[in-house]
């Protein structure tokens, strides 16, 4: 299958609840959080709605509400919790669902969870991206990690998007060695692998 587009960029990112802001202000830079409402809480002004809306768009709506000119205020992410990619399989720690955090590749996202477990099968990873729209079947993408540290072959190492979902599948090793009894497993390598 095709390489996905790229994941869509910081400036195109729709803020939701959880979302730590920082807002540049005449004179001063807050970090504020967008509430569950889909709000902003500033000192000056009543509750500013940004859910739903890019870093430019709420700087627009800040500064009306302000009394602000759009070039006087700026508004980033720098913290992206409104929006999750779910991990499982053999990855450090458990499944779970992780915070996006901007445009990072599969190898990074990787890393910054920890790493992958020894049962692991690296070149076997898979992302699972379903539609926007939530119509039509998931779109499945193979992931070499090998290939990635090994060779710097980057074909597979694609852009993580909101609500991805990273599988790392175990070693057919692993799988077998599970179903066994413990005391059978050294007699299966030995017979399988010669060790």
Do not use: K
């Amino acid at each position: 299958m095709a390489l996905p587009p790229p994941a869509p960029a910081a400036d195109r990112y729709r803020i939701g609840p959880g979302d730590i802001l920082a807002l540049s202000l005449p004179g001063s830079v807050l970090r504020v959080e967008v509430q569950a409402s889909g709000c902003i809480e500033l000192p000056a002004a009543t509750a500013v709605r940004v859910e739903g809306l890019t870093p430019a768009q709420s700087a627009h709506v800040l500064a009306e509400a302000l009394g602000l000119s759009p070039q006087e205020i700026g508004v980033s992410v720098v913290e992206y919790r409104s929006r999750m990619i779910y991990v499982s399989g053999e990855v450090a720690g458990h499944a779970r669902a992780v915070p996006y955090q901007g445009p990072e590749t599969v190898l990074d996202f990787l890393r910054r969870l920890g790493g992958l477990t020894p049962e692991s099968a690296p070149e076997r990873v898979q992302v699972i991206r379903y539609p926007a729209e939530g119509t039509g079947p998931p779109e499945v993408y193979r992931v070499d990690l090998r290939a990635i540290l090994l060779h710097d072959d980057q074909r597979s190492n694609i852009v993580l998007q909101p609500y991805d979902r990273v599988y790392v599948p175990e070693t057919r090793q692993s799988v077998v060695e599970r179903c066994l009894p413990p005391w059978l497993v050294p007699v299966w390598r030995v017979i399988t692998f010669g060790f």
